[in-house]
């Protein structure tokens, strides 16, 4: 492990929301999201993550997003904090909340997939015979980049499957990021994101090979990047300390696992910190995470 690696200050992100995973859950109020975000930062959290309440209509949930922000970014000013998408099957329709968000001046960050992904469904025999489509097109992907700029604020940039990362690193070579713009690569664990029965049809598994191969494609893109697993939990694996190791960072948090796994936000983070203590590496906070990631 390099000198700078193990100086570089390890951000958190925090997928809080497991109302949306596999093992279902009740949706959150406003002030319940606030103060489960509040409690991540708290805990040592640099990124979180959270869903709005999907029972809402598109107007009502975009202002709960608004809201949400507004109460989290009061109590931790600067904070890196990014909404779900808006309900929709395209790209239009999930980013309705940009420009409302950007406008009431809640906006620290936001998140887009670049690449288009097929995640696949298994029939009543097991066989993966169905599907669903998510993420951009890399025009659409590039128009995402544009408004990063047009609001002043980073992307989060989910990575599914390795061919995006030719555009990342396409446009990250070329300087077309804000700073703190982050890749996310998406490891794949042992469950298909909404849908019980099926098990992961995108990415690479969560091995140390794995990550060679992604950094090996996204080098000269000169952006940050962390490691997240969909589908299982990223702590247990040795893909984490390696991560650390190599000086990336980690996203875990209730939402990835898609089941009930008897922890809570907290006890994640206090486990990431006590790898990040092993490892030798400092922990950024909410304060500092923008600069960190921006370096």
Not at 97 to 116: C, E, I, K, N, Y
Not at 229 to 256: F, K, P, S
Not at 275 to 286: I, K, M, N, Q, S
Request: proline share 5%; net charge negative.
């Amino acid at each position: 492990m390099s000198t700078a690696a193990i100086e570089r200050p390890l951000v958190i992100e925090v997928a809080m929301s497991p109302v949306v995973a596999n093992a279902g859950g009740d949706e959150l109020s406003t002030s319940s999201i606030i103060e489960e975000a509040a409690k991540c930062f708290a805990a040592g959290a640099g990124i979180v993550h959270c869903h709005h309440d999907f029972s809402l209509s598109l107007d009502d949930a975009i202002s709960q997003v608004i809201e949400v922000n507004r109460g989290i970014l009061k109590e931790y000013p600067g904070a890196l904090v990014y909404p779900a998408y808006m309900p929709g099957h395209k790209v239009e329709e999930q980013m309705l909340h940009l420009r409302p968000l950007a406008g009431s001046g809640q906006m620290t960050m936001f998140a887009f997939d670049p690449g288009v992904t097929e995640h696949g469904r298994a029939d009543d025999a097991g066989l993966m015979t169905g599907s669903i489509v998510s993420g951009t097109t890399f025009a659409q992907a590039t128009a995402m980049a544009e408004l990063s700029h047009e609001f002043g604020v980073p992307c989060s940039l989910g990575i599914f499957n390795p061919g995006a990362i030719h555009w990342v690193r396409s446009l990250g070579a070329a300087g077309r990021f804000v700073p703190g713009t982050v890749v996310k690569f998406y490891f794949a664990g042992g469950s298909a994101w909404g849908a019980k029965k099926s098990g992961p049809s995108f990415g690479l598994p969560p091995t140390k090979e794995a990550l060679d191969i992604y950094l090996g494609m996204l080098e000269g893109a000169n952006l940050p990047w962390t490691v997240s697993l969909m589908g299982g939990e990223l702590l247990r694996t040795d893909l984490a300390r390696y991560a650390v190791e190599r000086g990336g960072n980690l996203r875990i948090g209730l939402e990835d696992p898609l089941r009930a796994v008897g922890q809570t936000n907290t006890d994640m983070i206090k486990q990431a910190i006590a790898l990040a203590e092993e490892v030798g590496r400092p922990v950024a906070t909410a304060a500092n995470a923008l600069d960190v990631l921006s370096s």
